[in-house]
């Protein structure tokens, strides 16, 4: 089992920057891919961002390209994501996940093993 705790979240302004950050917790001497999602009221869990195992390879959703930036310390287990120029479209709760399949970079949420609780962000116009 892995835990996955997200932090960072919070109330900021259009423009603004937050910066996320996901502490895993459990059976973290084992590799994995890991990524962002976010959900909205409403609507669907969508993929967000993604890195693997080493921190490379990080694929992102095209409404962040140039926006946020995903990153990890595996000597700290933990993930993070740098979000700059956020809009109010960005508002949603944020999860972190941890997928077992070291082998491929994941954006369907179905793929990913463990979740944390998520951590709510919202971008005020």
């Known amino acids: 089992q892995v835990q996955l705790v997200e932090s960072g979240g919070g109330l900021v302004q259009t423009g603004g920057s937050l910066r996320l950050s996901c502490a895993a917790s459990?059976?973290?001497?084992?590799?994995?891919?890991m990524g962002w999602f976010r959900q909205a009221p409403g609507k669907e869990r969508q993929f967000v961002a993604a890195?693997?195992?080493?921190?490379?390879?990080?694929e992102y959703a095209d409404f962040v390209k140039g926006r946020f930036a995903i990153s990890r310390d595996n000597a700290k287990n933990t993930l993070f994501l740098q979000m700059n120029i956020l809009k109010p479209d960005d508002t949603a709760v944020y999860y972190c996940?941890?997928?077992?399949?070291?082998?491929?970079?994941?954006?369907?949420?179905?793929?990913?093993?463990?979740w944390g609780q998520g951590t709510q962000v919202t971008v005020s116009s």
């Open positions: 890195i693997n195992w080493r921190g490379g390879n990080p």
């Open positions: 459990g059976r973290t001497g084992m590799p994995y891919t």
């Open positions: 996940a941890a997928d077992g399949n070291i082998f491929s970079v994941s954006r369907i949420a179905s793929t990913y093993d463990y």
